[in-house]
């Protein structure tokens, strides 16, 4: 079965960087769409960014462009998320995600979630 684990999480003062891993495994998908969403204070989790196996095409969100870049290593189905210049705002749970086929950027676009890892800014 499919099984996303995150990991790269923690505390950072504002202005640092964390660097965030997903490892995916159990993937029976041709191409498939990887991603980052975030979840802070019980509101909707929101599209940070996704990554495209065929090809390696990009979406990030406004407020990631010029500070977080996403890239992938498909032999080992992981996908990276590097966080520059963070900002307490960014301070939110992050979820990896899965979906067979091309990109979408919702939450409900999504097949399969990893538990998360806690990012906080302060």
């Known amino acids: 079965h499919v099984q996303l684990v995150e990991s790269g999480g923690g505390l950072v003062q504002p202005g640092g960087s964390l660097r965030l891993s997903c490892v995916g495994s159990g993937f029976t998908f041709g191409r498939y769409c990887m991603g980052w969403f975030s979840q802070a204070g019980g509101k909707e989790r929101q599209g940070v960014a996704v990554?495209?196996?065929?090809?390696?095409?990009?979406y990030l969100s406004e407020s990631a462009k010029g500070r977080f870049e996403i890239s992938q290593d498909i032999a080992k189905n992981t996908i990276y998320l590097q966080m520059n210049n963070l900002k307490p705002e960014d301070s939110a749970v992050y979820f990896c995600?899965?979906?067979?086929?091309?990109?979408?950027?919702?939450?409900?676009?999504?097949?399969?979630w990893g538990q998360g890892t806690q990012v906080t800014v302060s």
């Open positions: 990554i495209y196996s065929g090809g390696g095409s990009k």
């Open positions: 995600s899965v979906r067979e086929g091309g990109c979408r950027n919702s939450e409900d676009e999504q097949d399969y």
